[in-house]
């Protein structure tokens, strides 16, 4: 079974009182139909009958996906086809500026999540619902499987006073959510004066995997490529906060960590020790070709997941982070700042969403 997104009978959809109206979209390459066609290939099809074009937005990685690693900037340029500018959302405006939005009347936002406070396309969803809120124009957002499903929820909630660009409201790490139910969430809960409406899939259950929706997977950013990827993502992501390769530079991002100082067959014996739930870890040796330890022999392990339902991404991570914290107290190290536009806190501080966590369950 196909589940049926909005964006593959946008006429359908369309509320009928943003007919006609001037339209800017905020897009990516995972903004695909079905069919494997972009979003924007849609877009334009109904242009000059739905609605009129005005302008484009991207967010981290742009609006086609070319750069690689957080806090790495893109500048907006003129779309060569459709003579309307496309605006960056990750470099000097994260917001977008009312000059960007002059002449736009409804906003679609259009972007695959993967159900991680972290991950930052949900923030840009927040940023835009606010700065339409403050300029009275509408906003579209079309639904989209949370690729890990909404039926489990994992993690600290975010405290407010460690806000960030990968975390800006109270949600948990694993959010448990589809961009929709983030988007009326936070119309509730920050922006009750916002013109929304969210553009409802078909077919859709709670706790479905994105394989079981029959939809095809698109990288939605450069190191997110494969659900397996998104599924260790809420643990592994806090070692962007650490001198520990998250595996940027090799075929498995995410799924595999290590270092140049790190045992890989005592890492693992501890591990598996634990007897955590649903994961195999394998001793694993690599050197990345860019990033952290590039070119260097790192010793480490792969994640297998044997039992995704059962399994905890981010106590799995915490468990890790502690072991290494404590056997290599002269190696292991914590990324300063700045990290994701915080220029003062740690950047594990932030990514956990508080100034505690980290000391009662990782260096405790």
Not at 107 to 132: E, H, P, S
Not at 295 to 303: K, L, N, R, S, V
Request: proline share 7%; charged share 20%; with cysteine.
């Amino acid at each position: 079974m196909t589940i049926k997104l909005a964006i593959d009978n946008l006429s359908r959809h369309w509320p009928t009182a943003l007919r006609g109206k001037r339209l800017g979209a905020v897009l990516h390459p995972a903004s695909i139909g079905a069919d494997l066609r972009h979003s924007l290939q849609k877009i334009t099809a109904l242009d000059g009958t739905l609605y009129r074009l005005v302008a484009l937005f991207g967010p981290q990685h742009g609006i086609k996906g070319h750069t690689q690693d957080n806090m790495i900037e893109w500048e907006g340029y003129p779309d060569p086809v459709l003579g309307i500018p496309v605006y960056s959302l990750y470099g000097e405006n994260r917001e977008p500026s009312a000059k960007m939005l002059e002449g736009v009347e409804v906003l679609l936002v259009d972007l695959q999540d993967v159900g991680a406070r972290y991950y930052t396309f949900i923030w840009t969803l927040y940023l835009c619902m606010k700065a339409c809120e403050k300029a009275g124009i509408e906003v579209v957002v079309v639904d989209r499987p949370n690729p890990i499903g909404c039926h489990l929820v994992e993690g600290p909630t975010l405290e407010l006073d460690h806000t960030s660009f990968v975390g800006l409201h109270s949600i948990p790490v694993r959010h448990g959510k589809t961009i929709g139910q983030l988007a009326r969430q936070f119309q509730a809960e920050c922006f009750p004066a916002s013109k929304l409406h969210v553009l409802e899939m078909e077919g859709y259950a709670s706790n479905m995997w994105f394989d079981q929706t029959g939809l095809p997977w698109v990288i939605p950013s450069p190191n997110m490529p494969t659900l397996d990827t998104a599924i260790v993502y809420p643990g592994m992501c806090l070692f962007e906060a650490t001198n520990i390769s998250e595996g940027r530079g090799t075929t498995r991002p995410f799924e595999i960590f290590g270092a140049p100082f790190i045992d890989a067959e005592e890492l693992c014996a501890h591990l598996n020790g634990l007897s955590l739930p649903g994961v195999y870890f394998r001793e694993h040796w690599f050197q990345p070709t860019f990033h952290k330890w590039s070119g260097q022999f790192c010793g480490g392990a792969q994640f297998h997941v044997l039992d995704r339902e059962a399994f905890l991404p981010f106590e799995s991570a915490i468990q890790i982070l502690k072991f290494l914290f404590h056997r290599y107290p002269g190696q292991f190290q914590w990324k300063q700042p700045p990290y994701e536009y915080e220029f003062t806190k740690l950047p594990i501080d932030i990514l956990l969403g508080n100034g505690w966590y980290r000391n009662q369950h990782i260096e405790s």
